[in-house]
């Protein structure tokens, strides 16, 4: 661990000698007033151990819910372009609650918008990808500031509208940042670090103080939400340790980081637990793959994420089954009707009360019998779907069998 | 009346050949969502009259008071440029939502902070005063929008940090925006036009259907609160008249306009009352008048707006005398002191229980007794004080004689 600190911190970027790191607090830990004054003397510790800090911000609580509420009290389908710019407030004002709560510790502080810092981005609004920020303007503000809170979720179009990042899309913010600036990324929240399964549903899970960036990927995509799932493929890309520690005490928490720092690889890393699945079935369908296309063309710009895809060819023709949450079906079906809108005989079954288990981990690569200690585990357990991957094996169980498949799983692999 | 609505409306900018208008409303008339809606459909009814619309708005309701009251939880004395930086997102927030609405009512609207519409200032956080917009881009983006909805109250600094233009700044947003563009202004608040004195305290008060910037100057600078008075300042500069109306009905309003556009000039066209007044009265200085100027250098550093200034030199020496609104008292005093730091026997005396009734009229310059007429009409009423301007007469009554005296003054100059 202490070589993974050390490389974790080492060869960065400096302001007149002082380093620097970028933080990022998540809604939760900026709640309220309390939590904002918390956070600041967090910060304030961190100045006076010697860094100077750009804080990256999510919105406070519930605001972006809270406004997205407002909006629908007028129109169920607004501009997409103007709903950007209602929830981009929601961060704003968070940014400048910590600077002055900053300036109350007689901390020098500025808060910065996604104008002042020039976060430019990139795609559609709702999920547009962050390409630069105005490094030099932030480095030269950091000369004569302690701190300078950033607004996370948020950046600009080229035409100078506002573009927010998605869902989760301050922990990108961060990173993002940390790749630009060239600093150590560490992101609180009021979790203290990554469990290798939900705590909640296995009070025993243990925590583990360092995951490769393929690993994290994996879990986040099978529902981990510890960190959104693309800051982790930024901070791979540009190679950023991330820290993910707890805005509430000094427990140690974990360090996501490159698989090649990772001194002993465990096969499996992590386990997740994906609630409320449905088995969709589509069967007899001619034996011509364009319908196969259509379908999953279909579903990708219904925004729809299906997941362990099987296709099966045989003389009743082309089956294609998947998994999808739950609480999509309406939409899919949709979809899938407009797909095959000119065929007649096929049918399609939806299967409820599904859950789908995921082991991670990249020593599954080099690992043997990652798969036979798998099943081994589940012996007492049917199963409806296995997908694999190089570093994970997922598979879909009824919903009773929950917390049978988790223990012996947790049990086998020691996570 | 109608000579002056062809004035206010010949002659400006026009996009496409459709009219571009400037429209203001006031936070109390996008308090809720119903009202938002109904401001979305007075908008459109203007626009399929056949214009084209630049509306400026405030934050919804109580917004700004709130925003301020969340940063008191943590400071009394929040940073002027954090505390102008989370100010402005009360306008965005509206703007987006009434832009949200008109799209709604199938209007094409585009909402824009001061970033996207370079609203450009000077001066001091939170005093701020506008020295340009991007009247091109603008002006480019009414070609595919009916609507643009600017956020008022808020502009840029040279270092691209937000400056607030100060209580009531969004009708000078306005008014500077429809100066920029060459457009008509209206505004639109909860009163459907300038009363000759406030309806709430004499039913029976007129409206006044023209009024000219100087009386209107007047009236603000002596408590009326339809407009603030720099935005009349900026629409006499650049001779833009002001449509004042109603947001909730479709009364005729009034036109505050160029002196020289007025056919008849009422002789008084307004009166205005200030409560709670205190007469200062510093007597016994010594015949020195660098402690007369070291005094009122020492109000106007400390923010104090005194007036009906009086100075006396005789044998006693130097008194001198001004009103004040009470609540101000405690920071006056301590003005005072440090002024008078190194005296001894001078006295200091305060009067409170007064208020200060002002008429005002541009008629008055060519208007022979209205001083008379005014004494007259107030000869059961004890005053105090009295000073004159130009068009001005303001004296200080005793508060038990508001009723009778502003009575006497309405029946007198028929307002």
Known sequence: MNRIKELAYKNYVKVDNIPIVVQKFGGSSVADFDRIMNVARRIRKRVNQGNKLVV??????????????????????????ELDQLLATGEQVSAVMLSIALQKLKLKSKSLNAYQARIQTLGKYSEARITSFDKRRLLFLLKTNDVLVVTGFQGLT??????????????????????????????YSDVAGIYTTDPKLYPAAKKAKLI???????????????????????????????????????????YVVNEELMIEKSSVSGLSVMENQIHVV???LPVNYSYVRDIFRRVATSGLNVDMISIISDEDGISVSFTLIDEKKKRLD????????????????????????TVVGVGMKSGIGVASDFFNALKNVP?????????????????????????????????
């Open 383 to 415: 199963f409806k779907l296995v997908t694999t991957s190089e570093i994970k094996i997922s598979c879909l169980i009824e919903k009773q069998y929950k917390l049978e498949a988790v223990n012996a799983l947790v049990k086998k692999f020691k996570l």
């Open 334 to 357: 949709a979809a899938l009707k407009r797909a095959l809108r000119e065929l007649r005989d096929y049918e399609i079954e939806y299967h409820a009360g599904f859950i789908k288990l």
């Open 212 to 254: 490769s960036y393929d690993d994290m990927l994996e879990l986040a995509a099978s529902g981990a939400k510890v960190l959104h799932g693309r800051s982790v493929e930024v901070a791979k890309r540009f190679n950023i340790p991330i820290y993910c520690g707890s805005s509430f005490s000094d427990e140690e928490g974990s």
């Open 282 to 284: 589509i069967k007899k």
């Open 158 to 187: 080229d035409e100078g509208d506002i573009a927010t990042l998605g869902r989760g899309g301050s922990d990108t913010s961060a990173v993002a940042l940390a790749a630009s600036l060239n600093a150590p990324c560490e992101i």
């Open 56 to 81: 990256v911000v999510s919105a406070m609580g519930k605001t972006t819910d809270n406004l997205i509420k407002m909006v629908k009290q007028i129109t169920e389908h607004p501009d997409a372009r």
